[in-house]
């Protein structure tokens, strides 16, 4: 039970209207926040929500409705306006400065300048340091560039970095999306804390566990529109949220497997071992097989992925489907059947300026040319529209900029791309991030599909509950190596994050060659 919200004004968004172009993205977006109170925001990407976040923001203008904090009007038209009211807003996408570090991110509006305008990089560091101490974070080398860092890593940076500015209002995008369950616990926690203190927290994600256990209040929005606004207390249930947003009930979300079990190895790996980060390692993936791969961050799992894609050199040996396998780049990784799902979709898969279309035939390009190497254009029509049919994608929307899709729809056109090239191995890094349930449950509708065609998946998620009902097998990163490795069904949450962390986990294989006798 949470704490009684103090009883401010606090944020009132009234019948926000926006449209682009022809489309509107809100119609009617409503919402009452309290101050003292964590405010859950869900719905379905698409539903409106980043762009009920990006009009708070002062990111775009809005057409039309009214925004009101602590009893006066906002016109928020630019993000300048949305700092001096101390709305601080964590997107789902960073925001921060690839070129300069940890601690000058951090800082960026407080740099402490010297003589000559140059920077204090002692007085940078100390400040730094005493910041994340206070706010009990997990430190990051402040003196490293923020290009360097991981996904999970750039995702806390930036809560860290808004939660210092003691914010008014702080509105959270998937904050806890990429993050560790410690990191993402931290977040919860900080949360509640500012929320006591007497701000408001708009709290937007499509994790409802994390929603029904931090947030006061509950909005879903769908098309555009506020749709349920409830107490986030017993007497809402995880369905009745689903069914809010969906506007039907989800009979299942895990899908069952219907393709019947297969012998043989699809593909062995000996002795991998990447730089410092990973290995060696030794682990097989069956025809058929959902292979799950679980690791707290840092912990070898990107060096797997990256290095079995093509993009990354190693040491050992693998084979495929019999043959040899040491691809020197992704592209190489694909011409043998080996695509990945990569774990930023906007910056390492899509071409955001470009049309789903083309997002989706860049990699069979030449094979849509006649006569001179002149592309077809009909038939790159038809082969982006069959791709998106078979992914659940609207193929009225092959003309849009990519750009313009919502995470889940940006995901399943970098689905479509890869399936075009009629993949053996599919590898998913964290493939559901940011994603809504509904889509979410597409997704694991087309994995089960892939794997149930014979098709080797592997499947690394940050999300343990999804790892647990969608794989067939899980290994266990842990410091570079495979601390344990059993069928799905003899672990559970607890078990996986205890490996995950180094500790026994009584009850799940813990052998590193254990995979073998499970294949």
């Known amino acids: 039970m949470h704490p009684t919200p103090c009883c401010g004004p606090g944020l009132s968004v009234r019948h926000l209207e926006k449209s682009f172009g022809g489309v509107r993205a809100l119609s009617d977006g409503s919402i009452e926040a309290r101050r003292g109170e964590v405010h859950g925001i869900l719905g379905e990407n698409g539903a409106g929500k980043s762009t009920l976040i990006r ?38 996408e960073s925001s921060l400065i690839p070129a300069l570090t940890v601690a000058e991110n951090m800082l960026f509006d407080r740099l402490p300048i010297g003589w000559h305008r140059r920077l204090r990089t002692r007085a940078l560091r100390l400040r730094y340091a005493s910041l994340m101490e206070g706010l009990g974070a997990r430190r990051l080398d402040p003196s490293a560039k923020v290009a360097t860092l991981s996904v999970a890593d750039r995702q806390l940076l930036e809560v860290a970095k808004a939660i210092a500015a003691s914010p008014h209002v702080l509105i959270l995008d998937e904050a806890t999306s990429a993050l560790s369950l410690a990191d993402a616990e931290w977040v919860l926690h900080q949360a509640r804390r500012i929320a006591d203190a ?40 995880e369905d009745d949220l689903i069914e809010a947003m969906l506007g039907r009930r989800l009979a299942r979300l895990y899908p069952k497997r219907e393709g019947e079990a297969r012998s043989g190895t699809l593909l062995q790996v000996d002795r991998l071992r990447v ?24 912990q070898g799992q990107r060096e797997l992925l990256m290095s079995l894609s093509g993009d990354l050199r190693y040491e050992g040996a693998i084979t495929l489907a019999g043959w040899r396998y040491a691809p020197r780049s992704p592209a190489e990784a694909q011409k043998y059947g080996v695509f990945m799902v990569p774990e930023d979709r906007q910056t390492e898969a899509l071409f955001l300026r470009h049309s789903v279309q083309f997002n989706i035939t860049c990699s069979v390009l030449p094979a ?17 529209r069959s791709g998106a049919i078979r992914v659940g994608l609207d193929p009225q929307r092959l003309p849009n900029q990519v750009a313009t899709l919502s995470g889940g729809n940006q995901q399943k056109t970098i689905f479509a791309r890869a399936l075009l090239g009629e993949p053996k191995v599919f590898i998913l890094f964290d493939s559901t991030r940011g994603v809504d349930v509904g889509t979410k449950a597409d997704i694991y509708r087309l994995v089960t599909h892939l794997a149930d065609e014979g098709m080797g998946v592997i499947f690394y998620s940050t999300d343990f509950t999804e790892t647990l009902h969608v794989c067939d097998r899980i290994l266990v990163l842990h410091e570079g190596r495979i601390v344990g490795t059993a069928p799905a069904e003899a672990w559970d949450e607890e078990r996986l994050l ?15 060659h254990a995979q073998d006798a499970a294949s």
């Open 368 to 384: 849509l040319t006649r006569g001179f190497s002149v592309l077809d254009p009909r038939r790159e029509h038809e082969t982006a």
């Open 275 to 298: 730089g410092a980060g990973l290995g060696p390692i030794d682990f097989t993936l069956g025809a058929g097989e959902i292979l799950g791969v679980t690791a707290l961050p840092g």
């Open 498 to 512: 205890r490996c995950a962390s180094g500790q026994p986990a009584a009850g799940a294989g813990t052998r590193p």
């Open 198 to 237: 007497g701000s408001v927290v708009l709290f937007v994600s499509h994790r409802l566990q994390e929603v029904k256990a931090i947030a006061d209040r509950v909005t879903v929005l769908r098309s555009g529109r506020t749709v349920f606004a409830a107490k986030a207390d017993e007497s809402v249930s």
């Open 55 to 92: 009009v708070l923001s002062g990111v775009i203008s809005r057409d039309g409705g009214e925004v009101i904090l602590d009893g006066q009007s906002l016109r928020l038209g630019s993000p300048a306006e949305a700092l001096r009211a101390n709305i601080r807003t964590v997107f789902q």
